[in-house]
């Protein structure tokens, strides 16, 4: 029979693994897939606030995924590099991703 903490833990680790597949779902169609995000933000143009609006999260999270996903931050680098960046980049990540 468990102790009271092994059935904590034993619940904890559930709702962990449970969290992360609904991650990982929640991923393919939104900010945390490159694809995505690029189309959004690149192609369509969204600011950083209305994607952050449709996918339900803080501007930050949008700011750190564009990060991690080595989507340049038209802030840090300027328009005509951050223009550049994504001519260059466009169909690589349109259509080799897929």
């Known amino acids: 029979m468990m102790n009271k903490q092994e ?3 034993k ?5 962990r693994k449970v969290r992360l597949a ?5 991923g393919k169609e939104t900010y ?3 694809q ?3 189309s959004r933000r690149c192609i369509d143009k969204l600011s950083l606030d209305k994607i952050a609006e ?3 999260v803080e501007y930050d999270e949008i700011w750190e995924a564009l990060k991690n996903l080595g989507i340049p931050l038209l ?3 300027g328009r005509e590099a ?11 990540i349109i259509y080799k991703e897929i």
Do not use: G, P, R, T
């Open 32 to 34: 945390l897939n490159k």
């Open 22 to 26: 609904n991650l990982a779902n929640k």
């Open 75 to 77: 802030i840090l680098v």
């Open 82 to 92: 951050w223009l550049d960046w994504i001519e260059k980049n466009e169909k690589k």
């Open 11 to 15: 619940q904890m680790a559930k709702a």
């Open 7 to 9: 059935l904590i833990n």
């Open 36 to 38: 995505w995000l690029f």
């Open 54 to 56: 449709i996918c339900k």
